[in-house]
């Protein structure tokens, strides 16, 4: 069976997107699915070009079990094509990945992820970057809930 390429994007691919590969990527491994799955992230800048995850976001992450290893790397047009699903985080990521897009026919692979929440009502995962550990720890709560919703959406997906 052909993989379900799945990228996570975000504003500097190193607090949320990388968290949430990680956190998607755990919950696959944990549902005996990491053969059908490629699982990636990537930035809208390339300021963070080869970075680790921003150490608050990695000391959250290993908090709730996850370790967090992407090196950061800007999202490139190849992506569009490349991935199944391109998920971002806020408004802005959705605002950014319509722009770049490079044809209409690629636009049904761009998702906001919240549109997976189940236990949370939010429109956006907000960048947890310049404000303080609750909102790393938010970040983390939304990632698990919508990564959640995203799996329980892609094995209807896998099995129909
Ligand atoms: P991310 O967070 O988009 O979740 O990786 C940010 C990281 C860096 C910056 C902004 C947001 N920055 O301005 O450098």
Same mark, same amino acid.
């Given at each position: 069976?052909?993989?379900?390429?799945?990228?996570?994007?975000?504003?500097?691919?190193?607090?949320?997107?990388?968290?949430?590969? *990680?956190?998607?990527?755990?919950?696959?491994?944990? *549902?005996?699915?990491?053969?059908?799955?490629?699982?990636?992230?990537?930035?809208?800048?390339?300021?963070? #070009?080869? *970075?680790?995850?921003?150490?608050?976001?990695?000391?959250?992450?290993?908090? #709730?079990? /996850?370790?967090?290893?992407?090196?950061?790397?800007?999202?490139?047009? *190849?992506?569009?094509?490349?991935?199944?699903?391109?998920?971002?985080?806020?408004?802005?990521?959705?605002?950014?990945?319509?722009?770049?897009?490079?044809?209409?026919?690629?636009?049904?692979?761009?998702? #906001?992820?919240?549109?997976?929440?189940?236990? /949370?009502?939010? +429109?956006?995962?907000?960048?947890?970057?310049?404000?303080g550990p609750e909102?790393?720890d938010?970040?983390?709560?939304?990632?698990? +809930?919508?990564?959640?919703?995203?799996?329980?959406?892609?094995?209807?997906?896998?099995?129909?």
């Open positions: 069976m052909l993989k379900k390429k799945i990228l996570f994007v975000c504003l500097g691919n190193i607090c949320r997107s990388p968290a949430a590969e *990680e956190v998607m990527r755990s919950f696959v491994e944990k *549902e005996g699915l990491s053969s059908l799955f490629y699982i990636d992230s990537a930035g809208l800048t390339s300021f963070h #070009r080869g *970075e680790m995850p921003d150490r608050r976001m990695r000391d959250h992450a290993s908090i #709730r079990g /996850y370790s967090l290893t992407h090196l950061s790397r800007p999202l490139i047009i *190849e992506d569009f094509y490349n991935f199944d699903m391109i998920l971002g985080m806020d408004k802005q990521n959705m605002k950014s990945l319509y722009k770049m897009a490079p044809e209409t026919s690629v636009e049904n692979k761009i998702y #906001r992820l919240t549109d997976f929440c189940v236990k /949370y009502k939010a +429109d956006d995962i907000p960048d947890p970057y310049y404000g909102g790393f938010y970040v983390m709560d939304l990632l698990e +809930d919508t990564c959640n919703g995203l799996i329980n959406y892609l094995k209807n997906d896998l099995l129909s």
